[in-house]
């Protein structure tokens, strides 16, 4: 894990490097502070030698300024070095989720990513900025402490020998305890931003069914569950404070027992403790118990960074289970599409597949409409060609060669696929578009508008091409928003076009227009649609009809009708459906 978590460091490295360095000057000039006034209480002050004082006054006041500048620049280096860290670290997950097939995102849930690459990143950062000051700051002050007290008097420092070890694992108890919780809360944070993330995408269907008040009792349940994981843990560490108190306490009245004891009485070899050495201890002592303080405070954050590390680690240890072989294919000849005895399923572990014993060839250039009813498997059949997914058995070609020889990026800049979800980003139409070809002018822009049969409703807007279309896309229609989803899709010039349900928000008149228009202006381009409507894939040159995941028909429309009982029935519903809407209109 550790290892894993120290890649992100990179450049800046020196700067974590340094930072414990100036820290361990800082303390070995605070710890000399007291020995050097321990000199000239005894041999100063008690014997009136005024001009050692003021020596010894000064070279206290000169270790105090370095020890004071030492610790500004452990400061600055360790911010920047944590900064910079948490900022490779969130590059480095990001860029391993983009590398990420559907699957992998399945298995963490878009909340627990979002949740790893904030909070998570936050607690990790925060305790790398202690490790590298603090972490070095505390052991190494409780360190030379001890050795200048044992200087000083090594009765007097069995005290502390005695106390550290004990106050060591209690400490390490607490926070091993409390790592359960601590796991259990980060999940529970998970479950939060689902919340959160559902709520605010589905806001217009919770005001319009009224659900408002049931969305805010499940958040609020979820809160509770949140707070009482939150209160388990912090229960455990809360007896980090009273033991840390005890120990502080404890040492300072031994201290002052057995302290003003030797100065009084002397030690059993007749030597007697000095004012200066008393006084010298005590300083020693609140160093001594401060950095016992400080390991438990770092033992708390540790408690709570450990289970954040693991989240991270998790993300960027995942191999990805689609990535490119070993000597890939750069060039796709062709449209055409085959796929042999297919047969795929989403969980490996599932005995039922998702698809099963699928067997299709398809011409380049080719129009492919698939239908079915819900849950048919449909968007599974054409998700396969571009690699969203692998297929489970079997063997899929696009240009005669295995999905799986070509590099990736090759593969699915030949094959556009317009999703049945379509996602526009925050920004202007211009900036949308150029999402299927960055290079692309405003001429060629407006060209694939036309084909996408969107340029009509976009040369209405005043800011034409810069129309800023909002978060999502919010600022246009659901039918306009395919539209420009298609246009987006065709700047890519691929060989292969996937329509995924993706004109189901626009009148039949317009649909009709879009597939003219494809069929005119991308005739060698491969266009497989999937449609509820028939009359979206009628004139098709070949239809195939999924049900339950096995493709139970196939053929043109005509043949299909005479062929294909469950093609008939739907046609016929529809057909139903489209006689009764005009005598309606009659």
Not at 53 to 77: D, E, P, Q, T, Y
Not at 93 to 116: G, H, P, W
Not at 426 to 431: D, P
Request: a negative charge; charged letters at 20%.
């Amino acid at each position: 894990m550790i290892r894993t978590l120290a890649k992100s460091v990179r450049e800046y490295k020196t700067y974590a490097i340094l930072a414990p360095i100036f820290v361990i000057l800082e303390v070995v000039f605070e710890v000399l502070i007291p020995f050097v006034m321990s000199n000239m209480l005894d041999k100063g002050i008690n014997e009136s030698r005024w001009l050692y004082v003021l020596g010894m006054g000064g070279l206290m006041l000169l270790m105090a300024i370095v020890s004071l500048i030492c610790g500004v620049f452990s400061g600055k280096f360790s911010s920047v070095a944590a900064a910079g860290f948490a900022k490779n670290l969130r590059h480095d997950m990001y860029e391993k989720i983009q590398t990420y097939s559907f699957k992998n995102i399945d298995y963490f849930s878009t909340a627990s990513l979002v949740t790893r690459l904030t909070t998570d990143i936050t607690n990790v950062e925060m305790s790398f900025q202690m490790i590298i000051r603090i972490v070095v700051r505390a052991p190494f002050m409780l360190i030379f402490a001890f050795i200048m007290t044992m200087i000083l008097n090594w009765q007097i420092g069995l005290i502390f020998l005695v106390a550290i070890p004990v106050l060591g694992f209690t400490l390490i108890a607490l926070m091993s305890r409390s790592l359960k919780p601590f796991s259990k809360l980060f999940k529970q944070y998970d479950v939060i931003n689902r919340d959160v993330e559902e709520d605010l995408i589905s806001i217009r269907v919770v005001k319009s069914f009224v659900k408002e008040k049931d969305e805010i009792e499940l958040f609020k349940k979820d809160s509770n569950i949140l707070k009482d994981f939150a209160c388990k843990a912090e229960q455990i560490l809360a007896w980090n404070g009273p033991i840390v108190q005890f120990a502080v306490y404890a040492c300072s009245i031994a201290l002052a027992f057995f302290g003003a004891k030797c100065i009084v009485e002397g030690f059993g070899n007749g030597e007697y403790m000095t004012v200066g050495e008393l006084t010298s201890c005590f300083s020693y002592t609140m160093q001594i118990l401060m950095s016992l303080m400080l390991i438990s405070n770092i033992f708390v954050m540790l408690a709570m960074s450990v289970t954040s590390a693991r989240r991270i680690v998790e993300v960027l240890n995942v191999d990805p289970d689609i990535k490119n072989p070993e000597n890939p294919v750069y060039e796709v000849k062709d449209g055409t599409i085959t796929y042999e005895n297919v047969n795929f399923k989403y969980n490996e572990d599932s005995p039922i597949f998702n698809l099963t014993d699928i067997n299709v060839n398809i011409k380049s250039g080719s129009v492919i409409g698939v239908i079915g009813g819900t849950g048919s498997a449909k968007s599974s059949f054409v998700s396969l060609i571009p690699r969203l997914y692998d297929v489970s058995e079997g063997s899929l070609k696009v240009g005669g060669v295995d999905v799986r020889d070509y590099d990736i990026e090759t593969l699915r800049n030949n094959v556009a696929m317009v999703l049945q979800k379509n996602v526009l980003f925050s920004g202007t139409i211009r900036e949308n578009l150029k999402w299927g070809n960055e290079e692309a002018t405003d001429e060629e822009l407006v060209e694939a508008l036309k084909q996408a049969c969107a340029y009509e409703f976009v040369s209405q807007f005043k800011e034409g091409l810069s129309y800023d279309l909002g978060q999502g896309g919010t600022n246009v229609s659901g039918g306009q928003k395919q539209r420009l989803c298609i246009a987006r899709a065709l700047l890519k010039k691929p060989k292969v076009l996937i329509l995924d349900d993706s004109t189901s928000a626009v009148d039949t008149k317009t649909d009709a227009i879009i597939r003219s228009s494809l069929k005119q202006t991308a005739p060698d381009v491969t266009k497989i649609i999937i449609a509820q409507r028939i009359s979206s894939v009628e004139d098709a040159d070949m239809i195939l009809v999924f049900d339950d995941g096995k493709i139970i028909g196939r053929g043109t429309h005509e043949e299909l009708i005479l062929n294909c009982p469950i093609y008939k029935e739907i046609n016929d519903l529809q057909k139903k459906g489209q006689d009764k809407e005009v005598n309606a209109n009659e």
